[in-house]
């Protein structure tokens, strides 16, 4: 199984960066504009659709105030496994650290789904380090 981990660095707080994670309905919004385009609930799923044109269905599996993390599960297309997590973890008044991790199959779509991730953490630095109140 692929396994995948980034990290960066955001230059605000982890309780403005963690009030758009935690807003899982309004990604498209709120935490990563362009590289999602749209997104709406339904049930305990979110419907994504990406800059690229990819349409997922992620089931949200968890969302933890306490740990400032959200798990999500997605399958269909090319992948036959999908399970991601993004986690906030603050260094100071005014900086924080997020940690994505995603676990997938077959192997081969790592490649690309890394690039995915790549996108979508500069999409989310430039969002966040934009918004701060």
């Known amino acids: ?42 049930g305990d799923a979110r419907i994504v659709t990406f800059g690229n044109g990819i349409v997922a269905r992620e089931v949200i599996v968890d969302v933890d105030d306490a740990t400032r993390r959200v798990a999500w599960s997605a399958s269909g297309g090319r992948l036959t496994h999908h399970n991601a997590s993004l986690q906030v973890y603050p260094e100071d008044a005014t900086h924080s650290r997020l940690v994505w991790v995603a676990d997938l199959l077959p192997n081969a779509m790592a490649e690309p789904i890394a690039a995915m991730i790549d996108a979508g953490m500069q999409a989310m630095k430039h969002t966040l380090e934009a918004t701060i109140p």
């Open 1 to 42: 199984m692929a396994s995948i981990r980034r990290e960066m660095q955001v230059a605000a707080s982890a309780a403005h960066i963690w009030d758009a994670v935690r807003d899982v309905g309004e990604i498209h919004r709120r935490l990563v504009p362009g590289f999602v385009t749209d997104c709406r609930l339904e």
